[in-house]
């Protein structure tokens, strides 16, 4: 064989070691112990589509209870015969990636560890479950710990297993297996993986840590206040720290007053320690001067500085100021709404004597409408019209009234004299009853004439009050005024938009206080929708005077 012969073999060879080495990526097997009848899972770090075989000649399909669950190769339960090494690999365009995984299978309740750690005494360890994958089902119901294989005292287990020891000792170092139970297709196993730790005598001091510290502190002068300085030393009491406190550089032995306690705390395994300043009463020497909580240790010495500030009480004497005058407008609003008729008559009253509305030519204060008629309703009307009205408005606060019925001259025409009368009036006052809302229906009737009549006189004084604006329509029920849907709309529009006065016969002929407060605020209202009276005609005898048109016309 020549020389050149052989430097092209040896070429060769080199090249197909090249390519295989850079397209295969292998890695030294993962060694696991587990027990027979645990659950085990095993994932590949190439997952997904992954391909697992057991690397066994010539079979390397999986052997019976190991099966493939979303890239996972599950043991459900590992078996005596699941002994042996597994190979997970994918093709891609980087090449053929593969990863071997050794198990070894035997029967002790806690599996031989896996890994050694090491832990200083006195230092609360943290340990770590490593069961991610059973965790990843979310279908565990029990984490338990044991060391040696006996139960061990845990000060809490997180959500991963995870579990915190005590401060540690020497007699504390041991095999320790972390056994979760987990339900798969409706069947409860049991799944470990143990370590071995060792703890040392080695101790760790550590360095003092303040958790939330107060910069400002908001108090009120004459009040007791508690000022808290709070330090994580460490995982042990190993560490002592001295902590004091000064007020404006000054020790606290120098004020009286003053006080501090200070305690240690464990909270997860973590120690604090804690100094509480008591002020029993705030002086104003205390405010926007640096109160210093001193932390001393031997790592390092730390302080945090605090300053006391009175409360700005802006906001709540705002808010105070705010709430009484809206609770004032209120009350205002109220009493004005509740009393506004009485204020009137009475501003009205006291107007009187300082001034004289200007004249507007009109002769009668108010026109009163009513039904006339012998029906016991309209009776009722009738003597309301005729008697108790004018001995109210006439005969005491000397109101000048056209009623008809009463004040009408005989003969005349009652179409042009309603007219003209109405348009010589201020108000048109329209007492209303059951006969003027019902009754007979027949239009040869009394009552159909009657109606028919007051009808009109409603008709001319509403359709002046709604087109002229200057007479104002005042309605007044006497003893519920029945069915308003039998009266024109104009007037029923009236009785919408500002009501009626009611009336009733009770408000005669009694001393009880209540009726008697009834009957005086309906008057008290009538004069209110009524215009005021001039101060010249305070005495009936001056508003009979122009009740005497008939006569002098004749």
Request: glycine share 6%.
């Amino acid at each position: 064989m020549s020389w050149s012969t052989l430097l092209c073999s040896l070429s060769a060879l080199l090249c197909l070691r090249f390519m295989s080495m850079a397209h295969s990526h292998r890695v030294k097997p993962d060694t696991y112990h587990v027990t027979v009848g645990h659950l085990f899972l095993l994932s590949c770090p190439f997952a997904p589509n992954v391909t697992w075989s057991r690397v066994r000649r010539p079979d390397v399909s999986l052997p019976r209870g190991v099966e493939v669950r979303d890239g996972l190769l599950g043991f459900l339960p590992v078996q005596a015969s699941h002994d042996g090494t597994y190979t997970c690999e994918r093709r891609g365009e980087a090449g053929l990636l593969a990863m071997k995984f050794r198990v070894l299978v035997s029967t002790r309740a806690c599996p031989d560890p896996l890994e050694n750690r090491t832990a200083r005494r006195g230092v609360s360890e943290l340990l770590p479950c490593k069961q991610r994958e059973i965790f990843r089902l979310k279908k565990t119901t029990n984490v338990r710990w044991m060391k040696d294989c006996r139960p061990v005292k845990v000060i809490y287990t997180d959500e991963n297993g995870n579990a915190r020891l005590p401060p540690l000792t020497n007699k504390d170092s041991g095999k320790y297996t972390c056994l979760v139970d987990v339900s798969v297709d409706g069947r409860t196993y049991t799944a470990a993986r143990s370590f071995h730790l060792t703890v040392n005598n080695d101790t760790i001091l550590s360095v003092p840590v303040l958790v939330n510290p107060q910069e400002k502190v908001v108090v009120q002068v004459g009040k007791s206040v508690e000022l808290k300085c709070k330090a994580l030393i460490g995982f042990s009491e190993v560490q002592r720290i001295l902590m004091y406190w000064t007020v404006d550089g000054k020790l606290i032995d120098d004020y009286k007053e003053l006080s501090e306690s200070w305690k240690y705390s464990q909270e997860g395994g973590r120690v604090f320690n804690e100094s509480t300043l008591s002020i029993p009463k705030v002086l104003p020497l205390f405010l926007k001067v640096p109160i210093v909580c001193h932390i001393m240790s031997s790592t390092c010495n730390k302080n945090v500085s605090m300053l006391l500030q009175e409360g700005d009480h802006t906001v709540f004497y705002i808010s105070v100021a705010f709430c009484l005058t809206t609770f004032l407008a209120l009350l205002t609003f109220a009493a004005v709404n509740l009393f506004k008729v009485n204020v009137v008559l009475a501003y009205r009253k006291l107007r009187r004597h300082f001034s004289e509305p200007a004249p507007d030519g009109k002769l009668y204060d108010g026109y009163v409408s009513f039904l006339h008629l012998d029906t016991l309703s309209s009776a009722e009307a009738a003597n309301f019209a005729l008697q108790i009205l004018p001995e109210e408005l006439e005969a005491k606060h000397g109101y000048s009234l056209y009623i008809r019925g009463r004040d009408d001259c005989p003969g005349e025409a009652f179409h042009d004299a309603v007219a003209a009368t109405i348009r010589q009036c201020r108000r048109l006052i329209i007492v209303l009853s059951q006969s003027s809302t019902g009754g007979s229906t027949a239009e040869t009737s009394p009552l159909r004439h009657d109606q028919n009549r007051q009808i009109y006189e409603q008709k001319i004084g509403i359709y002046d009050a709604l087109t002229q604006n200057d007479l104002r329509v005042i309605l007044v029920e006497i003893d519920g005024a029945g069915d308003y849907s039998r009266l024109p709309e104009s007037l029923r529009y009236i009785k919408r938009k500002q009501g009626a006065l009611k009336w009733t016969k009770d408000f005669l002929g009694t001393n009880k206080l209540t009726k008697l407060y009834s009957s005086r605020r309906f008057w008290n209202n009538l004069r209110y929708q009524m215009p005021s009276v001039p101060a010249g005609r305070n005495h009936p005898q001056q508003t009979v005077l122009v009740k005497t048109s008939c006569v002098t016309s004749e």
